[in-house]
T-cell receptor, first 111, second 116 residues
Framework: GEDVEQSLFLSVREGDSSVINCTYTDSSSTYLYWYKQEPGAGLQLLTYIFSNMDMKQDQRLTVLLNKKDKHLSLRIADTQTGDSAIYFCAETQTGANNLFFGTGTRLTVIP | GAGVSQSPSNKVTEKGKDVELRCDPISGHTALYWYRQRLGQGLEFLIYFQGNSAPDKSGLPSDRFSAERTGESVSTLTIQRTQQEDSAVYLC??????????????FGPGTRLTVT
């Protein structure tokens, strides 16, 4: 498949909102996902959105989906130092058994 | 219950040697995936097992890479004649059923492979 794209780095101050962006490739993707990876740990699923939705909110997390532009974003409200990690978006692609991941965005939260 | 486990957690090997990486999926999970994460990059799919079906090997980067899984249990990823570009974290995931649903994939902590 083609590349799922993310910016590599984001720094925010503690208490501010973080917005992590992703451009995906397959317009027929059914599900789109956000994962968090902390140092030395595997991937933790944070949230996901079904393609017929525009927005999903889950506590401090808000996912926005723009299908026309194939753009996905993750907003973290009131960002905390514990949110420092690498965040990956991922999509399913038609005919594939696996997920396709972006390069990851390293979020650094400054106290 | 126990999650997906992988061993070893770290492996340092010399260029040209063979290595074996092990994944223990969650009990009862029929599907198992191997992914590779190179420094500063996203996860690359390597191979997928689902029950007794033929594995999907479409992501294996070369014939030096192979994987086996016996039934619905342990899987072993083997890399022969390792090269420096094989240095990466190798992640395993298991799922209770087949298909790419990410909300059903549970990832292990990974094996960090360093080829010197």
């Amino acid at each position: 498949g083609e590349d799922v794209e993310q910016s590599l780095f984001l720094s925010v101050r503690e208490g501010d909102s973080s917005v992590i962006n992703c451009t995906y490739t397959d317009s027929s993707s059914t599900y789109l996902y956000w994962y968090k990876q902390e140092p030395g740990a595997g991937l933790q699923l944070l949230t996901y959105i079904f393609s017929n939705m525009d927005m999903k909110q889950d506590q401090r997390l808000t996912v926005l989906l723009n299908k026309k532009d194939k753009h996905l974003s993750l907003r973290i409200a009131d960002t905390q130092t514990g949110d420092s990690a690498i965040y990956f978006c991922a999509e399913t692609q038609t005919g594939a058994n696996n997920l396709f991941f972006g390069t990851g965005t390293r979020l650094t939260v400054i106290p | 219950g126990a999650g997906v486990s992988q061993s070893p957690s770290n492996k340092v090997t010399e260029k040209g040697k063979d290595v074996e990486l092990r994944c223990d999926p969650i009990s009862g999970h029929t599907a198992l995936y191997w992914y590779r994460q190179r420094l500063g990059q996203g996860l690359e799919f390597l191979i997928y097992f689902q029950g007794n079906s033929a594995p999907d090997k479409s992501g294996l980067p070369s014939d030096r890479f192979s994987a086996e899984r016996t039934g619905e249990s342990v899987s072993t990823l083997t890399i022969q004649r390792t090269q420096q570009e094989d240095s990466a974290v190798y992640l395993c995931a298991s799922s209770p059923r087949g298909g790419p649903r990410g909300d059903e994939q549970y990832f292990g902590p990974g094996t960090r492979l360093t080829v010197t």
